[in-house]
Structure formats: structure tokens, C-alpha cells
């Protein structure tokens, strides 16, 4: 029971910093932009299956939102598991 006081402990002290990464996923895609277009120049793989993804996004755009989207999906199933313990 101590260990799991524990870790309930740091891991609700560290959600509200967790909730952020989605603005910072946006900042850093905007930032990486000019390098996103030239891979994506020199690699035709935009809505595309490309083994092993699951999804294969027509655009960079989508491809950020499905990113945060499965992350905010995990971390909310990871709170719900780990409050729960």
C-alpha cells in the first residue's frame, strides 16, 4: 500500500505538466516545418500504408492530431489505471 501511495503521488503530481505535451507537440511540429516538407518531398509516404503503422494520414496535419489524440487517449486510460491501483 505504501508503494502504491507512492506512485499515485508522483504520478497525479505529474499530470498536470503531462497535459501540456500536446501544445508542445504543436510548437515543435510548427518549428520543424521546413524539414517536414522536404522529407515529405523526398519520401511520397503521406497516405500511405508504411508497415507498421496502423494509420497512414494524407497529411502532416493529420498525422499531429492522430498523435495527440492517442496520446491524451493513453494518458487518460494511464490515469484512470494507476488511481485505481
Known sequence: PAWVDMVQAKWNAMMPFLRTIPDF???ESKMIRPAVD???EKWKI???KVWPNVVY???YEEEIAYLKEYY???LGWLDQEINKL
Open 25 to 27: 507537440i504543436d510548437s
Open 38 to 40: 522536404r522529407n515529405f
Open 46 to 48: 503521406l497516405g500511405v
Open 57 to 59: 494520414p494524407d497529411t
Open 72 to 74: 491524451m487517449s493513453r
